[in-house]
């Protein structure tokens, strides 16, 4: 597993050794995939690029934090957004940003686990989460999403798939890289 880069080592570390949680937090974390880091703006917008996102798309943030790709998909490539958050927290902020930048009728969030989310509406799929968890989503998106479907992932591969494109770009001198792929027909 490659080692996850510096944001997401402070966030994963803040995670496994919190407080043990109790009741529903408790369930969220057992249920956590990845901790709340955030995709810089440039790096959001090539992924939303790379995927060829317009009007026409249908676009999946799973695990989408404060809902800054879905409100990028839908304000600046019109498409409409689906995203899936496990925290309500974040949820409730993405659900509010979209309302604040006027894209609620493109926007859509679910509070729930990506594992229970139905994929098969989705053209592009987003992930910024750790190679563990990519793995494990592996099977469902190979299951549930339709040929020709986009899947790209922020710094973190989807291990066993080989990539369309890899590109890297710096932001504030930190490279991150950015995996396309191409769901294929199936056998
Ligand atoms: C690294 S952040 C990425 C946020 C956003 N997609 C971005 O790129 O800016 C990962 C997000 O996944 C959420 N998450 C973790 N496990 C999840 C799960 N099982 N189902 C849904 N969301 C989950 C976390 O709460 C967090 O908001």
């Known amino acids: 597993m490659k080692p996850p880069t510096t944001m997401f080592a402070i966030a994963l570390l803040a995670l496994l050794v919190g407080a043990p949680a109790q009741g529903q937090h408790g369930q969220e ?15 959001v917008e090539r992924m939303l690029e790379l995927c060829g996102v317009d009007d026409g798309k249908v676009v ?49 969030v679910l509070q729930q686990d990506m594992m229970d989310a139905d994929l098969s509406g989705a053209d ?4 910024y989460l750790i190679s563990d968890a990519n793995s494990r989503l592996r099977p469902k998106l190979e299951k549930e999403l339709r040929p020709g479907a986009c899947v790209v992932s922020h710094d973190f591969e989807i291990e066993g798939w080989k990539p369309r494109k890899v590109e890297k770009i710096m932001v504030y001198q930190r490279p991150h890289s950015i995996y396309v792929y191409r769901i294929s027909a199936k056998k």
């Open 29 to 43: 974390m057992k249920k956590s995939l990845a901790p709340y880091v955030t995709s810089p703006h440039n790096v």
């Open 60 to 108: 999946y943030d799973l695990g989408c934090g404060d809902g800054r790709i879905l409100i990028a998909a839908a304000k600046k490539h019109g498409a409409h957004a689906v995203g899936v958050e496990l925290s309500p927290k974040w949820a409730q902020v993405a659900t509010d940003s979209a309302v604040a930048a006027g894209v609620q009728d493109k926007v859509r």
């Open 124 to 127: 592009v799929v987003t992930l």
